[in-house]
């Protein structure tokens, strides 16, 4: 058992959903009403698999659980991959009106503002306060 913090990965995940509202509803004025619910579900087809691998990434902590860490790493980002791939074949399938462009500009858009936002988390590792 490790006395240190999770580092806040949250935020990027909350940054992505907010970008994704907010460019949809920027679409949604300007292009129209297919445009934006494409562009959710790009922004959600990159949203939910970066959820799934702050999981799975940040499950085990220490020194002690080197090997947990980095199996769960290898974990999470192989289903990072796999549910990313999965869902894009599933909106290309299942969605009969869909602007695959704004899906795929959405998919983008949300993806490079998550990892803008991961480059200003503060990953320094910090003690937990147990008071």
Known sequence: MTNLRTPPVYKVIVAQLLATAFIAAAS???SGTIAAYSIVVGGLISALPNSYFAL???????ARNADRVVKSFIRGELG???ITLVLFALSFTLITNLH???????FIA?????VMVSAFINYTPRPNQTN
């Open 80 to 82: 990072k991959i796999g």
């Open 56 to 62: 799975q990434a940040f499950k085990y902590q220490g």
């Open 100 to 106: 695959e462009l704004a899906l795929i500009l959405g």
């Open 110 to 114: 949300v993806h490079f503002i998550g």
């Open 28 to 30: 949604l004025l300007l």
